[in-house]
């Protein structure tokens, strides 16, 4: 069996949500077997030189073609391998595109809102912490669950839109970060909704780690 020669590099790390959300894209393209995953220690205060190289910012994803364009962020990224692949994530359409992008983006912003929550806690030092400001962002959180809750039972069960895909994602980084939270006890139609949706092949293959 001939193994695919890798098409991109992608900087990586298995816990960053916005590189989940990546792969899982990749993996609904069906190129997740053409990424080169390369190691990376991207930290909001400890700058990592490497990820430099593909995005002047040090943050990931950041991705270089075979050609040598680089790409980032996640948001860029998925549009571009969406439209690589010829692929239908990214709907064309008038208002089914509208409802799509407003749901990436309000997935990306629980993405935001989780993540510096949990540099509150991880990155400052304990006698820095700033309980406003992580009940700020968990509010946020909250906000975007109980907006969730409201249109989850018309939602599709399988990845085949940016915005369920980005909100699936940010579902899955709770679980993984904040499982103390316990999101689904007050959104029921949510948790239905996930249960069915993580299970697709492309989530399942994604799921952070340490």
């Not at 590099?9 to 080169?36: F, N, W």
């Not at 205060?45 to 950041?62: G, H, M, S, Y």
């Not at 992008?101 to 540099?119: K, N, Q, S, V």
Request: charged residues 25%.
């Amino acid at each position: 069996m001939t193994r695919e020669i890798p098409m991109f590099k992608l900087y990586y790390a298995s816990t960053s949500p916005y590189v989940r959300k990546v792969m899982v894209v990749a993996h609904c393209l069906g190129l997740d077997g053409q990424i080169e995953r390369l190691d990376s220690t991207a930290d909001p205060v400890n700058r990592d030189e490497r990820i430099a190289v593909f995005n002047p910012l040090a943050k990931v994803p950041a991705l270089q073609t075979a050609d040598g364009l680089s790409l980032y962020d996640s948001r860029v990224i998925c549009e571009y391998l969406n439209d690589h692949a010829g692929g239908t994530l990214f709907p064309q359409d008038g208002h089914r595109r509208w409802v799509s992008l407003t749901r990436h983006a309000l997935g990306d912003g629980l993405l935001d809102a989780a993540l510096l929550a949990r540099y509150e806690t991880v990155a400052r030092p304990p006698d820095k912490h700033w309980d406003r400001w992580l009940d700020g962002q968990l509010t946020k959180v909250r906000a975007v669950l109980d907006d969730v809750e409201t249109h989850a039972a018309q939602f599709s069960r399988t990845p085949d839109d940016i915005g369920l895909i980005t909100l699936g994602c940010g579902l899955g980084y709770l679980d993984f970060r904040f499982p103390h939270l316990n999101w689904r006890a007050a959104h029921p139609a949510t948790a239905d909704w996930f249960a069915a949706f993580d299970q697709h092949p492309a989530m399942r293959a994604t799921r952070p780690f340490e």
